[in-house]
């Protein structure tokens, strides 16, 4: 069974630096074609795509946060760690991981997606 | 970046109706390695995560329904909700995985009339 869960804090600061985790199980990401993304929903907005990382480390970014964000993965402890410097008012949003199989050669869709964490950004 | 768009933004239609939504990217997500749309269907309901209905343009989940039907190619999408159900209310998106960065259309609200 697979399973995807967001951790970090509720509530940052304008201009403090978001750090969230996810923490996933049934599949792994050391041995198989498989990548963990981040997707973020502002309230009553569209999803936004921020970051990627596949088996062998590499990155992938949206292009106009690029500056902002890292990826990175612990593949013994099934962990994917996403980082948001400087965070704004307009970065509150529903913060999702997820699962894609695939690589950069054949992308695939996200096909499990964790409950999400709402991230307010205030001070 | 390949731009999604959606129309209609939103929709109401009548319990066993159809509804309509329609999909287009700003350039071809067909793959000439694979023959396939890269393109994909999620429903949003407030609360819950994506789920996602279709992926590679046509190919429903395993458990979805066979009302939701996907079709199209090259840059025009189409998913199709064949007889509406109470529980089909939600925004539904549709994604390209062609190429990163992955972007998703706005979303296309759909109501009970």
């Known amino acids: 069974q697979v399973t995807l869960r967001e951790s970090g804090p509720a509530l940052v600061k304008p201009t403090q630096t978001l750090t969230l985790t996810c923490t996933f199980s049934?599949?792994?990401?050391?041995?198989?074609?498989?990548?963990v993304g981040w997707v973020r929903q502002p309230p009553g907005k569209a999803l936004e795509w921020l970051a990627l990382?596949?088996?062998?480390?590499?990155?992938y970014y949206t292009t106009y946060l690029k500056s902002r964000l890292s990826i990175s993965k612990d593949t013994s402890k099934n962990r994917v760690v996403l980082t948001m410097t400087n965070m704004y008012p307009v970065d509150t949003a529903t913060y999702y991981c997820?699962?894609?199989?695939?690589?950069?050669?054949?992308?695939?869709?996200?096909?499990?997606w964790g409950q999400g964490i709402l991230v307010t950004v205030s001070s | 970046d390949i731009v999604m768009t959606q129309s209609p933004d939103s929709l109401a239609v009548s319990l066993g109706e159809r509804a309509t939504i329609n999909c287009k990217s700003s350039q071809s997500v067909l793959s000439s390695s694979n023959y396939k749309n890269h393109l994909a269907w999620y429903q949003l309901k407030p609360g819950q995560p994506p789920k996602l209905l279709i992926s590679w343009a046509s190919t429903r989940e395993s458990g979805v329904p066979d009302r939701f039907i996907g079709s199209g190619s090259g840059t025009d999408f189409t998913l199709t909700i064949g007889s509406l159900q109470a529980e089909d209310v939600a925004v539904y998106s549709c994604q390209q995985y062609y190429s990163t960065p992955f972007t998703f259309g706005p979303g296309t609200r759909v109501d009970i009339k």
């Open positions: 997820a699962r894609l199989p695939g690589s950069g050669y054949n992308w695939n869709a996200f096909d499990y």
């Open positions: 049934g599949f792994s990401l050391g041995s198989t074609n498989m990548c």
């Open positions: 990382i596949d088996r062998d480390d590499d990155e």
